[in-house]
């Protein structure tokens, strides 16, 4: 994890506070805290998750991403050709993709992909030893891929959270030569909901999910149990480890192709040039849309210590994004942040912050089990008017579903 200076916590000891749980700091009103100015733009944070996976679909539908850190694994115009299904598109500019298949590695045991060595490495030295199936790899009937269809079959996108998450934190804690180490990592994301309402699970995975979690936990009991964490294949244990990787759990997105598009804006070409350059990205971007919709990019969703700990804002004055390619989380300032002020992100997407107040609180209230009083919720608070009668109306139409 790389941190800059400039960036702390209101007071040292209050990190340890932090790590314990967002519900607790949004009471106290702490979290992430500027120690000096940043201008908008400014990257504030960069951070690696603890762990991350990509989503079982996603991988399924054969995305190409590294096992270990998630960066895309095909060149960009290799996902291009997919994702339209065209295999006759050729990209100009070449030299704007950075993907080095020369780099690529994988593990001799089961063959599966890395972007580099050193990703085969770090993944083999924290979880793949005790993941690796070998040779059964992509054998239906090993049960742990019998776990992860299984979660597949109850979880089918827009995926929101990964059981291989929680696969490869027992993973981690298995190979561990200091387990309690590994541990106390991840109990502080654990402790900061296992008193919490039971359907924080319930909301997040669904109710005929909450049926079928029994299976799961079972599953996972009998074919990788952990002795040193025994209390998560409890009942509640296993319901707490849902709610952390619904509340906790990061999305992370990497796309070869975007990253080549990015790469073509600086290139230095006549206006001509430019033009046509543009106008055949914006055609392709059409033959996406239509062939694959939305599902672009890999996909796959993380745990990270200090993005965790910020609070949310419906105003939020920075944004998440991945612009290594990889898992690599950017905290990026939207404005111009003063020493002392709260840095905070948005929890709802785009299209959630956009909506009426009591649609972005019954969210929040559902997923995150907190009422929010940022600046835009108590200003729109004391004018009601602000909202629409649209987003009115079918905010009331919530609240009666909920009576
Ligand atoms: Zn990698
Ligand atoms: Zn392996
Ligand atoms: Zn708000």
């Known amino acids: 994890m790389t941190l800059s200076r400039d960036w702390l916590p209101r007071r040292p000891e209050e990190t340890e506070r932090i790590a314990q749980g967002r519900e607790l700091f949004r009471q106290i009103g702490k979290g992430l805290v500027a120690q000096k100015s940043f201008q908008s733009g400014d990257v504030i944070l960069e951070e690696k998750p603890l762990v991350c996976a990509q989503f079982s679909w996603n991988e399924l539908y054969k995305y190409k991403a590294c096992e270990f850190c998630l960066r895309s694994l095909e060149n960009a115009e290799e996902m291009v050709r997919r994702l339209t299904n065209d295999p006759s ?151 707490s480890l849902f709610a952390l990787i619904g509340t906790n ?54 745990l990270y210590q200090l993005q965790s700990a910020a609070n949310h804002s419906c105003v939020p004055n920075t944004e998440i994004t991945f612009s290594h390619g990889d898992h690599t989380l950017s905290l990026v300032a939207l404005t111009d942040i003063q020493p002392d002020e709260e840095i905070t992100i948005s929890y709802l997407g785009c299209c959630g912050l956009d909506r009426g107040r009591h649609s972005r609180q019954k969210a929040l209230k559902e997923n995150y089990l907190f009422t929010c009083n940022c600046p835009k919720c108590v200003s729109q608070c004391d004018d009601e008017s602000i909202t629409t009668d649209d987003e009115e109306e079918e905010d009331e139409d919530d609240e009666d579903n909920e009576i």
Not at 266 to 285: H, P, R, S, T, V
Request: proline fraction near 4%.
């Open 89 to 239: 598109i050729i990209l100009p500019y070449p030299e704007c993709c950075d993907v080095d298949a020369s780099k690529f590695s994988f593990c001799s045991q089961c063959q599966v992909q890395y972007c580099s060595p050193e990703c085969r490495d770090a993944a083999w030295n924290s979880y793949h030893q005790a993941l690796c199936l070998g040779p059964s790899r992509e054998d239906p009937d090993h049960p742990l891929n019998q776990l992860i269809n299984q979660w597949r079959s109850f979880h089918y996108p827009p995926e929101t959270g990964s059981m291989m998450l929680i696969i490869k934190i027992i993973a981690m804690i298995m190979q561990a030569k200091d387990k309690s180490a590994v541990i106390s990592k991840f109990s502080t994301f654990v402790n900061s909901v296992i008193n919490e309402r039971e359907d924080i699970a319930h909301k997040l995975l669904g109710e005929q999910f909450m049926d079928q979690r029994e299976i799961l936990r079972s599953m996972l009991t009998e074919i990788f149990f952990e002795e040193s964490v025994q209390q998560w294949y409890t009942p509640e244990g296993f319901n």
């Open 249 to 302: 759990g990061q999305g992370i997105g990497s796309s070869s192709f975007s990253r080549w598009v990015k790469a073509t804006e600086e290139l230095q070409l006549g206006d001509a040039e430019k033009q046509q350059l543009d106008d055949n990205i914006d055609k392709l971007y059409d033959r996406l849309q239509e062939v694959s919709g939305s599902f672009l990019d890999c996909e796959g969703s993380g």
